[in-house]
């Protein structure tokens, strides 16, 4: 037998940090959330979730991560269950049982997931009991990712593409990552601290695992359009300090060679924010880290929230 045969259900609790989830009506302890194998998201990713942050604990923009989690429920035809009003006070439920669990300085990433439900023996999308809806927290990884802020993000293109919107919509959050988790292994294999952009189908590049793509060029500010990509609510964030701050900002395609010439590259996500990219497939992007652009950006972010993100991340750095 496998170790897992002497875990108690208090060792599995402690593991969690004592954590608690609502998981298909009722908030229970996270060892006590199990899903059924039989789940069509654990069988086919037929599922949705989105997920926001804290900063000093405050919970940033729940209403446009619930509202994107309708647009992805709407998209798939899962039927949220609940209303969003509900979600909304429900997650807020959860994070105030959960906060006192983690220190001043920390923050969560906030996450609701919705799956289609339990298969029902028929192959068509039809499940027995409905949906299963779990909304949880998790502690951000801030030692992780500490670097990032530090050093820059060392970006790898690799040769699979992003799921092209004739196939599935890139703007729906599923449960099935598994393009981007592919092209992440590609980048990784040939440099193990890179983050993979991907190419769309057009060889424009697109957006990566968790995070949406911008260069700088000449006090221009390029991301994707957003038709082959997540509407980010970092990206769009930062599309609206960029316009606040009298930069100009573009959608439009940015192919590699865009890229390498660029005088700033950053990533926007919910964890990150913005994050400087210090090199393209191994070609050094701009004088500094963060460019300047970059860290006007990043200042207007800072102000938006009122939390020092970059300092949270800096502050992890071993000594
Ligand atoms: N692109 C993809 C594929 C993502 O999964 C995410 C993260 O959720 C993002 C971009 C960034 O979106 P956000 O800024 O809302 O975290």
């Known amino acids: ?41 654990f069988k086919y990713g037929d599922a949705v979730f989105d997920t926001t942050r804290t900063f000093g604990h405050e919970i940033f923009r729940l209403d446009e991560h619930i509202d994107r989690l309708f647009k992805s429920l709407r998209y798939l035809q899962i039927d949220p269950v609940l209303s969003a009003d509900e979600y909304k006070s429900i997650t807020m439920e959860v994070l105030e049982a959960n906060l006192p669990l983690i220190a001043g300085d920390n923050d969560y990433w906030v996450t609701q997931r919705v ?18 809806v779990i909304i949880e927290c998790l502690p951000l990884p801030l030692k992780e990712r ?26 729906v959050k599923t449960n099935n ?37 911008f260069t700088v060029t000449d006090g221009v500010i390029r991301t994707p359009r957003s038709r082959f990509v997540l509407g980010g609510i970092s990206r769009d964030t930062v599309m609206s300090l960029g316009k606040q701050l009298d930069i100009p900002i573009i ?12 005088d700033e590259v950053f990533l926007t996500s919910t964890s990150l924010c913005v994050c400087p990219v210090s090199s393209v497939n191994g070609v050094k992007i701009g004088a500094d880290i963060p460019g300047p652009i970059t860290k006007a950006l990043t200042n207007a972010y800072i102000d938006l929230v009122d939390y020092d993100f970059v300092s949270q991340y800096l502050s992890r750095l071993e000594a």
């Open 1 to 41: 037998m496998g170790s897992e045969s002497s875990q108690t259900p208090q060792s599995r609790q402690a593991e969690t940090g004592g954590r608690v989830v609502y998981f298909n009506g009722e908030i229970v302890p996270e060892a006590e959330a199990l899903v059924s194998f039989r789940d069509r998201g």
């Open 115 to 132: 799956s289609r439900g339990i298969d029902s023996p028929d192959i068509d999308a039809t499940t027995e009991g409905g949906p299963t």
């Open 146 to 171: 500490a670097t990032l802020f530090r050093d820059g993000i060392e970006v790898v293109i690799p040769s699979i593409r992003r799921t092209p919107p004739d196939a599935l919509s890139p703007r």
């Open 177 to 213: 990552y598994l393009n981007l988790i592919m092209g992440d292994l590609e980048a990784k294999a040939r440099n193990p601290k890179a983050w993979a952009i991907l190419l769309d189908s057009s060889g424009n590049l697109a957006e990566g695992i968790g995070s949406n793509f």
């Open 251 to 262: 959608e439009e395609d940015i192919d590699l060679y865009d890229a390498v010439n660029a």
